[in-house]
């Protein structure tokens, strides 16, 4: 086994220590020091014998916690029920929360992580992650910064589950914590996180969140400058600032008892500053020397927390310098020995096994029918009003549900969906947040997870890829890498696609979905009529709160107020108010046409039943159908259809590369349908303003004249 510098200069410089005489030193003000040594000692070894599975072919994951075993402190500090969103350098702090509670054994879980293991407890192998539902440990992915919009929605939702009589996972007074390093303290997602933070508690609200930075001082080899965590974050005006030198375990420990304390009682945010040090590189496959000093690199072997904690603990006389050295070895021996059982632990070993939390939450989210609707019937109603009403009765029967997001409240959003709602429900469940797409899914992902049932709007389909990530690196994964542990429900309202009349632009005519269609495991709903409007989203709202799914919920923009389908003042396009619910994954067919099969939605619905009647005024008889749902596709209704006319034209209001139409295209192929296709789409283009736009999105007339040439060829 190779040894590495920082453990050699650990061995020698503790045996080179003397122990005080008696009294020479006063007792040390740190509640039980030992078990806060241990739990350093064991990040320490687990980091070693990460480096010596990864040499033996068995370990995957080599990113260490060397130099931050300080944050043990912080775990000291707090609670084992305050929730905790962990930087993937917490390992001191994950031992340490683990030691508070009984029958864990965070060692085993830590290299059973390390090596992929099946049994590793939280993930099952796909991840190695820090967490635990036990622990109150939320595990959070690799992607920088990005659980910090989360961290403040579950601190938002400790105060607002009571508020509005919810049951809620974490106790009344809990903080969260989130730590995270000095270059994520730079990223965007975390300047927007602090902000939305600091900007609750300057209205009032409750926000217990503590916000662990643990600096290093280097982003993977890109020095942090010197003192610019101080300068950035240590004067903002309603954020506590309490710094440490988490290479000191008492000034730790202090410090950060201090800083929880503090937030526990004032119930507002607080940055605990935790200047620390990196040993060992950013990895195991890190050559620090190709960037750093030699001379720095050994000079930082003195900081080392491990070492320090030793010193303190020979200088007060609790250890004397061989227990130091026989306690450091005999957690090497504990977890080398861990290594050696577990290295070769069954891995996952199946897309299958992979994908199994995946394929268990669609299969239960295709499965739900038990949907509750309000009364049936009444005045016709527009896709607006429809979604308003279903809103409404949503916010009655489920008191956890809360709405928000951007000019949602009082104005009732820019296209009036949601007129009215504040008033009927109350400021607490129907709210305006900042103007933050971030902010907004971040609040979310916290909500779903604290026990709220979140229905976040994202004014415009193109605003979403601001913070797409948010979806894809947090709230489609948690299941996955929690093994549907942790779950959080949320339906993603988006106001999407083009064809506005008078307004637009690229920002509010957007018909790129292939950054939300390509993600494993969420829902995607795309009502076109107003009564499948109202019933989805019910679905939607029962399939979240039943199997935690994450549902996106698209609504064109272009059909939100409209009446009329063949002709001026038909009013054919209002519906009344549903009476049957509508399962995920299942289509809607229009007409019984045996010359065509006509496959569309959301916008593409209205122009082609507009070109399906002047085709039977030609003699062509075509069946409509509309998909209704993005993800997971409606592929048996599809195939069905298809197979009765053996002729499709797939109509695609979105861009023809990465559009809903190529995944279309492919089922189809991939289930064997044999007959024709043929695909029409938008233009690979941005949208420009005003009737340029209609010259690269989809009309009506190229959708007949596919039609009547696909139907023209034989079969």
């Not at 400790?158 to 730079?186: I, M, Q």
């Not at 603990?313 to 957690?331: C, D, F, M, N, S």
Request: some cysteine; overall charge negative; glycine content about 10%.
């Amino acid at each position: 086994m190779t040894i590495e510098p920082i453990d050699a200069y650990f061995t020698a410089t503790v045996a080179s220590l003397v122990a005080p005489g008696s009294g020479d030193a006063p007792a040390l003000d740190v509640p039980n020091p030992l078990p806060l040594f241990d739990a350093q000692l064991g990040s320490r070894h687990l980091d070693l014998a990460a480096r010596w599975l990864r040499s033996q072919g068995q370990g995957f994951y080599t990113i260490g916690s060397s130099g931050h075993e300080g944050n043990a402190a912080v775990a000291a500090a707090l609670r084992p029920t305050d929730p905790a969103l962990l930087h993937y350098r917490s390992g001191g702090f994950y031992l340490a929360r683990a030691a508070q509670v009984d029958g864990s054994d965070p060692l085993r879980d830590v290299v059973l992580g390390l090596v992929a293991a099946t049994a590793e407890p939280i993930s099952g192998g796909r991840h190695k992650v820090f967490g635990r539902h036990d622990l109150n440990i939320i595990p959070q992915t690799s992607t920088i910064a990005s659980h910090l919009p989360r961290s403040v929605g579950v601190a938002f939702s400790v105060a607002r589950t009571r508020k509005l009589g919810v049951a809620c996972p974490w106790p009344e007074d809990a903080v969260t914590v989130c730590s995270f390093g000095d270059a994520s303290a730079n990223h965007s997602t975390t300047v927007g996180a602090v902000n939305a933070a600091l900007h609750a508690a300057y209205q009032g609200l409750p926000m217990p969140l503590l916000l662990v930075c643990e600096d290093n001082g280097i982003g993977i080899s890109t020095p942090t400058p010197r003192g610019w965590i101080a300068r950035a974050y240590g004067d903002r005006e309603g954020l506590q600032y309490f710094a440490a030198d988490g290479c000191d375990l008492v000034d730790a420990v202090e410090t950060a008892r201090a800083a929880a304390d503090w937030v526990r009682r004032v119930r507002q945010p607080a940055f605990l500053h935790l200047r620390t040090v990196r040993l060992m590189g950013h990895a195991g496959s890190d050559y620090e020397q190709a960037y750093r000093r030699p001379a720095d690199i050994v000079a930082d072997y003195e900081r080392d927390p491990v070492l320090n904690t030793a010193r303190i603990l020979v200088a007060h006389g609790i250890l004397t310098p061989e227990q130091v050295l026989q306690r450091y070895e005999g957690k090497r021996a504990e977890v080398m020995d861990l290594a050696r059982e577990i290295g070769d632990c069954p891995q996952l070993d199946s897309a299958t096994a992979v994908m199994q939390p995946l394929r268990e939450t669609l299969d239960e989210a295709r499965s739900v029918c038990d949907v509750a609707l309000g009364e049936p019937g009444g005045p016709p109603l527009t896709l607006a009003l429809a979604i308003n009403r279903a809103l409404q009765e949503v916010l009655q029967a489920h008191p956890e549900a809360i709405v928000f997001g951007e000019d949602i409240a009082r104005k009732g959003g820019v296209y009036g969906a949601t007129r009215g709602l504040q008033a009927a429900a109350g400021p607490a469940r129907v709210f305006d947040t900042l103007l933050d797409e971030q902010t907004i899914l971040g609040l979310a992902l916290g909500a779903g997870v604290s026990g709220l049932m979140p229905i976040p709007e994202i004014q415009y389909l193109a605003y979403l890829h601001n913070a797409a990530d948010q979806i894809r690196g947090e709230g489609a994964t948690l299941q996955f890498f929690s093994n549907r542990q942790y779950r959080n429900p949320m339906v993603v309202r988006i106001a999407g696609y083009g064809y506005q009349k008078g307004f637009g632009g690229h920002f509010h005519n957007d018909d790129s979905v292939a950054a939300i269609r390509d993600i494993p495991g969420v829902v995607i709903a795309s009502p076109a009529r107003p009564d499948d409007a109202a019933a989805m989203l019910h679905t939607c709202v029962s399939v979240a709160k039943t199997t935690g799914v994450v549902c996106i919920y698209l609504e064109p923009i272009a059909l939100y107020h409209s009446k009329d389908l063949y002709a001026d003042g038909d009013e054919q396009w209002l519906a009344a108010y549903p009476q049957q619910p509508v399962r995920v994954g299942t289509a809607r067919t229009y007409g019984d046409g045996a010359d065509l099969t006509i496959l569309t939605f959301a916008n593409g619905l209205w122009m082609s039943l507009r070109v399906a009647a002047r085709l039977e005024r030609a003699g062509i008889a075509a069946r409509v159908v509309d998909l209704r749902w993005l993800s997971p596709l409606p592929i048996e209704d599809m195939l069905r259809e298809a197979d009765a006319t053996g002729r499709v034209l797939i109509v695609d209001e979105t861009r023809r590369t990465g559009g809903v139409g190529e995944g279309v295209l492919a089922e189809l192929a991939d289930h064997g349908f044999t007959g024709r296709v043929q695909r029409v789409s938008s233009a690979d283009s941005f949208i420009p303003l005003g009737d340029a736009a209609l010259e690269v999105l989809l009309s009506e007339d190229t959708i007949e004249a596919a039609a009547v040439k696909l139907v023209g060829e034989p079969a």
